[in-house]
């Protein structure tokens, strides 16, 4: 309209970032063949880098998948070290696999590690430095943190049995209630999903205290009115707090 052309293209998978000159051309026949726009600049960003999960047990055992961008060539696996840093010590984390990535069959120097978290002893935030090892050199590939926590620790269970219809000795006569250490604060009974066994719970009330929160919760019906023990199960279920170091708007999985 009015001399005026609206285009939109998707652009193409690059292998690396950086700056590209782009022109429309015109293709036609007579003076329209000769139709070109002057150039104009187009950027390839670099994705962020992304971790996920961003924490994991004390115990050890998660599975981490990092995905980086800026690498080329991308290393092999028997050449990447990937270690905790804890003060002056390094704990060193064992690597599943080393993945180069492609985008519209283009390859980009992204590369995909799975890693093994180690056993650690003590909860907190740590820097994990990824590495390229060849022979005597050394080089440091890029950072990333991760937050161990203790396992959660149910106590204090105020009703451990019930009748098969759901019935215990508190003051409402339906619930029970108990204490979850080294558990995130919630800001609703929502952000709780509680089962007994295979039978979900309402949360009824709770107080968020320093590392933990008390949950007073329905107890429901035995499956089938049968009896015997069954296990309670508390997971969070609420919005995840942007771990430090990250980015606001990015999601992150815990």
């Known amino acids: 309209t009015a001399g005026m052309l609206s285009i939109h293209v998707v652009a193409p998978a690059r292998g690396v970032s950086g700056d590209e000159t782009l022109t429309v051309r015109a293709v036609a026949d007579g003076d329209n ?14 994705p962020p880098r992304s971790v996920s999960p961003v924490d994991g047990s004390v115990e050890g055992g998660t599975v981490v998948t990092v995905k980086a961008y800026g690498f080329d060539p991308i ?71 991760f937050e161990y926590f203790n396992t959660p620790v149910a106590s204090n269970l105020e009703h451990g049995d019930a009748t098969v219809e759901g019935q215990t000795g508190a003051t409402d006569g339906a619930s029970t209630a108990l204490r979850i250490s080294d558990f ?4 609703s009974g929502a952000d709780v999903a509680v089962t007994f066994a295979s039978v979900a719970s309402p949360v009824l009330a709770y107080v968020n205290f ?33 771990p430090r170091g990250g980015v606001t708007g990015q999601v992150y999985v815990r």
């Open 210 to 242: 320093k590392g933990g929160v008390w949950l007073q919760v329905r107890v429901p019906p035995a499956v089938d009115l049968a009896p015997g023990v069954v296990a309670l199960t508390v997971q969070f279920t609420g919005a995840e707090p942007v």
């Open 75 to 145: 290393p092999a696996k028997e050449d990447v070290s990937v270690v905790i840093v804890d003060g002056t010590s390094e704990t060193t984390v064992d690597v599943l696999e080393v993945t180069p990535n492609k985008q519209d069959g283009v390859p980009i120097s992204e590369m995909t590690l799975t890693l093994s978290m180690p056993a650690f002893a003590s909860a907190g935030v740590f820097t994990c430095r990824i590495k390229r090892v060849v022979g005597a050199s050394t080089d440091v590939l890029t950072e990333f943190l």
């Open 184 to 187: 995130p604060s919630i800001a």
């Open 33 to 46: 063949a000769l139709v070109e726009t002057g150039g104009f600049a187009f950027a390839y960003v670099a």
